[in-house]
């Protein structure tokens, strides 16, 4: 199949008014978190991530990052050993605007979408800045081909150390050692993965012991940036309607996922908001009753 002809997507810029942070500046960066059905997602932005993501790059450690939609919170909710790995995850950013919205509605001000599609770009950048290697595990090898050549055009001294396309089977145990060698040999200090949800979240938690490096699962990333996949407007993006989008151009990859999941989420999270609001107004009940003066009869 033959790349689309598309513009290289806009690149979020690092908030200007988050100055360069020395180390211990970096060392307090915090960031608000709430639970989505149980689920937590950081209410990080592209300069906290950002920046987080190349300071541990730098120090070679080893950690995973997560790219969070509503399909992740559903897949957590089902599953308790996924929801085990998000829990775990070292950073979960809000990618989808439904969990925008509820951070907001969880009492988070101003949340802001933090998106692997424009993400990845970020770090690209930051990490040709800074000299830090990269690495990019997932997808087509045509698009594999695509997309770094796009990267390294726009960001000239970015350093692409690793690359690999995995076959769509499970790897035999000798494929997945080597696999672990190569990427130890590489010095690859960022891998982006994107093996499409739950399965990169379940390779990279894995991994964590094996691979010294910061770990991206950045979903359908690589196609969209390669060109291969249309992303929907901005516009769209910002109404929530992606998923529509989506659905309309691959709806039999996706149905499941939209009409079946996303109705789920509405219920659950309209559930767990009405429980909060019961929680709130018992407690506040009981304050006010602790406060009342105690009368002997």
């Not at 993501?53 to 790219?67: D, F, G, K, P, T």
């Not at 692409?160 to 769509?168: G, L, Q």
């Not at 060698?181 to 982006?192: A, H, M, Y």
Request: hydrophobic share 40%.
């Amino acid at each position: 199949m033959r790349p689309l002809r598309s513009d290289p997507p806009r690149i979020p810029t690092l908030d200007a008014q988050v100055p360069d942070a020395d180390e211990s500046t970096l060392s307090q960066t915090w960031v608000p978190t709430r639970r989505i059905l149980g689920m937590r997602v950081d209410a990080t932005s592209y300069a906290h991530a950002g920046r987080q993501i190349l300071r541990w790059a730098s120090r070679a450690e080893a950690r995973y990052v997560c790219v969070a939609t509503v399909n992740n919170v559903i897949e957590a909710y089902d599953d308790p050993q996924y929801g085990a790995i998000m829990k775990d995850a070292d950073l979960v950013t809000p990618d989808g605007m439904p969990l925008v919205w509820g951070l907001r509605l969880l009492g988070v001000s101003a949340p802001m979408r933090v998106y692997g599609p424009d993400l990845t770009p970020i770090v690209c950048r930051l990490a040709a800045e800074q000299g830090i290697p990269v690495g990019f595990y997932g997808g087509e090898p045509g698009v594999l081909d695509e997309l770094t050549a796009r990267l390294t055009q726009r960001f000239p001294g970015l350093r692409v150390a690793y690359r690999a396309s995995p076959p769509f089977r499970p790897l035999t145990p000798d494929e997945e050692q080597r696999t672990v060698e190569d990427l130890d040999r590489s010095g690859v200090r960022i891998l982006f993965v994107g093996l499409g949800t739950p399965k990169q979240e379940r390779w990279m938690a894995a991994r964590k012991s094996q691979v010294n490096a910061v770990m991206l699962g950045v979903g359908a990333a690589f196609d969209f940036l390669a060109g291969r996949k249309r992303q929907a407007p901005r516009l769209v993006q910002r109404l929530g309607l992606e998923w529509l989008y989506r659905l309309a151009h691959e709806p039999r990859r996706l149905w499941r996922r939209y009409l079946h999941r996303n109705p789920r989420f509405v219920v659950l999270f309209a559930a767990q908001l009405a429980a909060e609001r019961r929680h709130r107004q018992t407690r506040h009940a009981g304050w006010r009753d602790s406060k009342k003066p105690w009368t002997s009869r």
